[in-house]
């Protein structure tokens, strides 16, 4: 998943687009700083040709800023609790950046701080360290873990880099400066609107599995796209009955339980969806199921449910 400031990434593009349609050469800064005004009477001009700009305000550190649970990228715990994060502290496993005063939830650290711009470094050396960091300093380096929801497995609670509606969501997790040591302010910055991210499905061909239990079973496709949970009935097995030309690969044997629509209810959730199509695209009308030795392809009224159920 990556999160690029939204104004940054379109100012890059506008500079790109506007620089490839325009092929006269751009007038020299220079020249077009002096390049004389005309006088709007006879009289020449006594007084200064334009006023001084002013300088910019400094960036100002705000009374209260949140502040983001990371931990490492190999860590496969896919979001927190404010009890488990409680938890952490108490047993001085939570690490706390310096000159940060935590003001909610409350927690009772029994551990030492931490230099706020080395936690990157910090749970990249040990991916299962769990972490609060300022906003501004969340990389790529440092996997954002969001405060449980009430979906499946704590799905689809607040998160500061999620997508629209999980930014949206009260954030409970607020810290102030304390001043000893200083923050540096763009540490501590966060604008919801200058943040978007990105689901990738992987290959959407469905034509495998999904088509058999859609069509050959008669579950149909919105049973498909329906998608809730499933757990494993044991361990992968070599697949007994491989269709002809394909190897025993290894398959899981899956169980549903339930929470229909929670996978699309997921893939749409991101400012932006990427699927990756890699079979043709076939009238509906001319479309069956393939053997997967001979070729794969997807029936077009498919189209319209990646786009309305999956973003």
């Not at 100012?11 to 790109?16: F, R």
């Not at 604008?191 to 859609?214: F, I, P």
């Not at 992968?236 to 190897?247: Q, V, W, Y």
Request: proline share 13%.
């Amino acid at each position: 998943m990556h999160r690029v400031p939204r104004r940054r990434a379109a100012l890059a593009l506008a500079t790109v687009v506007l620089a490839a349609c325009d092929p006269s050469p751009s007038p020299s800064p220079t020249a077009a700083a002096v390049a004389p005004t005309p006088a709007s009477s006879g009289s020449p001009s006594t007084g200064p040709s334009a006023a001084a700009p002013s300088p910019s305000a400094p960036i100002a550190i705000p009374a209260s800023f949140p502040l983001a649970v990371v931990t490492g990228l190999e860590n496969v715990k896919a979001v927190i609790s404010l009890d488990d994060l409680a938890s952490l502290a108490h047993t001085g496993d939570l690490l706390m950046p310096c000159g940060v005063q935590v003001t909610a939830p409350q927690l009772a650290s029994t551990s030492d701080c931490a230099p706020a711009d080395q936690i990157a470094a910090a749970v990249q050396k040990s991916p299962k360290r769990v972490a609060l960091l300022p906003p501004g300093l969340v990389e790529p380096a440092t996997k954002v873990l969001p405060i449980a929801g009430d979906g499946p497995f704590g799905l689809f609670g607040p998160d500061l880099f999620g997508g629209p509606a999980a930014r949206a969501l009260a954030y409970p997790i607020t810290g102030s400066a304390t001043g000893d040591p200083a923050l540096d302010p763009a540490w501590v910055q966060y604008d919801a609107g200058q943040v978007w991210n990105l689901n990738e499905t992987g290959s959407l061909c469905a034509d495998r599995g999904g088509a058999k239990q859609a069509v050959t079973l008669g579950k149909g496709w919105d049973w498909v796209f329906g998608g809730g949970t499933a757990k494993y009935r044991g361990g992968p097995i070599p697949n007994p009955n491989p269709p002809p030309g394909i190897d025993r690969h290894p398959i899981v044997r899956p169980v549903e339980t339930g929470n229909d629509g929670a996978t699309g209810k997921l893939l749409s959730s991101s400012d932006v969806t990427l699927g990756n199509l890699k079979c043709p695209v076939l009238p509906t009308k001319d479309w069956r199921p393939a053997n997967q030795a001979l070729g794969l392809s997807v029936p077009e009224d498919v189209l319209t449910r990646w786009s309305e159920v999956l973003g």
